[in-house]
T-cell receptor, first 112, second 114 residues
Framework: DVKVTQSSRYLVKRTGEKVFLECVQDMDHENMFWYRQDPGLGLRLIYFSYDVKMKEKGDIPEGYSVSREKKERFSLILESASTNQTSMYLC???????????FGPGTRLTVT | AQTVTQSQPEMSVQEAETVTLSCTYDTSENNYYLFWYKQPPSRQMILVIRQEAYKQQNATENRFSVNFQKAAKSFSLKISDSQLGDTAMYFCAVRGGATNKLIFGTGTLLAVQP
């Protein structure tokens, strides 16, 4: 079974802090994704990566950056957290051309 | 650009009954894929069913089936014999054939009542 894990289920940070959200997948997938999920807005793509060291902006990249140094790991970075980044963050992975994305359990981030 | 619209924010159904969740989409691609994902309370999102746009036959997975109307750009999900474990947020999504990106709708929260 594909397994996608995220470093934290719940995280509380202060405004202005640098925040790292980590995602690891164990199926040798080429593609990895970061979404944020907000009530009434569904899932919105922040960034995705189709290979090591490769990244592309999604629909809402402002205020975020990503890092993919190894194939299995994809990190989302909030350089200076703000209250409007309080949200649920979901990581997903898929094989190249694959029809299914596999999701992690999510990290609920609260910025105070 | 691709868009997905789910017009039912919340729905409720009695256990053992049938319920249909609506989804409409827009895409300029000729080759695309459609998905229904399920997110149970406090649990991971999982794929329920998928449909390739080039296939005319509606996809079916056990109690879950879709009504794919390509011309109308409609992709509804039917859940038969609803069970308490079907209580979840359901997301409709579309992926263009040339991309790995999924575009999601805003979700429908389904509550199955005992």
């Amino acid at each position: 079974d594909v397994k996608v894990t995220q470093s934290s289920r719940y995280l509380v940070k202060r405004t202005g802090e640098k925040v790292f959200l980590e995602c690891v997948q164990d199926m040798d997938h080429e593609n990895m994704f970061w979404y944020r999920q907000d009530p009434g807005l569904g899932l919105r793509l922040i960034y995705f990566s189709y290979d090591v060291k490769m990244k592309e902006k999604g629909d809402i990249p402002e205020g975020y950056s990503v890092s993919r140094e190894k194939k299995e790991r994809f990190s989302l970075i909030l350089e200076s957290a703000s209250t409007n980044q309080t949200s649920m963050y979901l990581c997903a992975s898929s094989s190249h051309g694959g029809n299914e994305q596999y999701f992690g359990p999510g990290t609920r981030l609260t910025v105070t | 650009a691709q868009t997905v619209t789910q017009s039912q924010p919340e729905m409720s159904v009695q256990e053992a009954e049938t319920v249909t969740l609506s989804c409409t989409y827009d895409t300029s691609e000729n080759n695309y894929y459609l998905f229904w994902y399920k997110q149970p309370p406090s649990r991971q999102m999982i794929l329920v069913i998928r449909q390739e746009a080039y296939k005319q036959q509606n996809a079916t997975e056990n109690r879950f089936s879709v009504n794919f109307q390509k011309a109308a750009k409609s992709f509804s999900l039917k859940i038969s014999d609803s069970q308490l474990g079907d209580t979840a947020m359901y997301f409709c999504a579309v992926r263009g054939g040339a991309t790995n990106k999924l575009i999601f709708g805003t979700g429908t929260l389904l509550a199955v009542q005992p």
